[in-house]
Every structure is written in structure tokens, then in C-alpha cells.
T-cell receptor, first 111, second 112 residues
Framework: GQSLEQPSEVTAVEGAIVQINCTYQ??????LSWYQQHDGGAPTFLSY????GLEETGRFSSFLSRSDSYGYLLLQELQMKDSASYFC????????????FGAGTRLAVHP | DADVTQTPRNRITKTGKRIMLECSQT?????MYWYRQDPGLGLRLIYY???????NKGEISDGYSVSRQAQAKFSLSLESAIPNQTALYFC???????????FGPGTRLTVT
């Protein structure tokens, strides 16, 4: 089967750093994506890792270790507007670019 | 104007009714997808289409059907709605790399 695991909730304060982990088990693997979804909104793309290592985009970074079937999203200098749900998603091989989503991590940023 | 639009945005219907959700995109993408989102379950793929002539079932296609009327339009139908189809439905598009998917604003469907 195919599955992704990520924490259901994370809490942090403004200005802090938070890491959201994602472990996956899939039959074949092309890459790991991260999406952000605010309450009542649509998911929006944050990052994509196909190779091992760290990808940085502003305050957000994403890491992948293919050998460990593990990745994480790192959010720095947290702001209140970062309060949202974050989903990891695996692009699995043989799947016509299908994405398999995790259940999501709800991040609450407090003053 | 939004790149991916969905109509209606909200719909309440009764058990047994036929419902169609519509999706249009102006991104020029070949690939379109329908997802369902339930609390605590993330997004689950219902159907996806690579082009007008290529439609494929996703994880949870039972009880749903789709139509790709044109490159820009992809509709999802519930032939006979049931209460456990109450959910938030998203349409998405991507280019051929599939690296990034662009989501519509969603349709909140309630089946009573």
C-alpha cells in the first residue's frame, strides 16, 4: 500500500522555527511536494524535492532523504499568517503524475 | 481572473439527486484532477484526465463519474448523491511535468 505520515498538529510562537516531518511508503517515487492550505482556502504549492537535500525558498525550506523515505518542511521566522494546514504529497511512479497526499499538519502560530 | 474556477461554490442537495460540479481553467494545462477533502483525511483523488480522450479512475471513484468536455473543462457528477459524499471537492490542473498542481477554490457539497 501507499501511505504518508505527518503530525496532526504543531504549535509555535511568532518568530520561531518549526519543522513538519513527513515519512512515506510508496511503490515507486518521483518526488515529494508540500502544499499550504488556509482555512476555507485552496491548497497552494510550496515546494518540490526530487533529489536528496535541502531546497530553500525564502522563509520556507524543504528537505528530502530518499534512502530514509523522509522529508520535512522548515518554516523560519514564523508569522501569524503562517497558521494553516500543511500537506506533504508524494508523486509516485506509474501514476500519471498522481499525487498521494498526507492527512495534513495543522500549524497554529501564537503571538 | 482566477486560473482555475469551480461552480457552484456551495451546494446543498438531497439523497438520490444527481449533481454536477464544474471546473474550468485558463492555464492551458492538459492535465486535470478531481479531489475530495474530508476532515483529517487530506485530499483523495477521485478521477484524473490527461487530455480530452484520456480519463482515469483515482483512489475513490465509486459513485462518481466525470466528463472532459474540452481541454479547459472537467466536470464531476454524482449520479445519485448519498450523505457520505458530503465533503469539500477540489479541481486541480498541472502541466505535463506534474511537479505543481494548481487548485480551484473548491465546492462545498452537503447531501442531506
Amino acid at each position: 500500500g501507499q501511505s504518508l505520515e505527518q503530525p496532526s498538529e504543531v504549535t509555535a510562537v511568532e518568530g520561531a522555527i518549526v519543522q513538519i516531518n513527513c515519512t512515506y511508503q510508496t511503490s515507486g517515487f518521483y518526488g515529494l511536494s508540500w502544499y499550504q492550505q488556509h482555512d476555507g482556502g485552496a491548497p497552494t504549492f510550496l515546494s518540490y524535492n526530487a533529489l536528496d537535500g535541502l531546497e530553500e525558498t525564502g522563509r520556507f525550506s524543504s528537505f528530502l532523504s530518499r534512502s530514509d523515505s523522509y522529508g520535512y518542511l522548515l518554516l523560519q521566522e514564523l508569522q501569524m499568517k503562517d497558521s494553516a494546514s500543511y500537506f506533504c504529497a508524494v508523486r509516485a511512479s506509474g501514476g500519471y503524475n498522481k499525487l498521494i497526499f498526507g492527512a495534513g499538519t495543522r500549524l497554529a502560530v501564537h503571538p | 481572473d482566477a486560473d482555475v474556477t469551480q461552480t457552484p461554490r456551495n451546494r446543498i442537495t438531497k439523497t438520490g439527486k444527481r449533481i454536477m460540479l464544474e471546473c474550468s481553467q485558463t492555464k492551458g494545462h492538459d492535465r486535470m484532477y478531481w479531489y475530495r477533502q474530508d476532515p483529517g483525511l487530506g485530499l483523495r483523488l477521485i478521477y484524473y484526465s490527461f487530455d480530452v480522450k484520456d480519463i482515469n479512475k483515482g483512489e475513490i471513484s465509486d459513485g462518481y463519474s466525470v466528463s472532459r468536455q474540452a481541454q479547459a473543462k472537467f466536470s464531476l457528477s454524482l449520479e445519485s448523491a448519498i450523505p457520505n459524499q458530503t465533503a469539500l471537492y477540489f479541481c486541480a490542473t498541472s502541466d505535463r511535468t506534474g511537479r505543481e498542481q494548481y487548485f480551484g477554490p473548491g465546492t462545498r457539497l452537503t447531501v442531506t
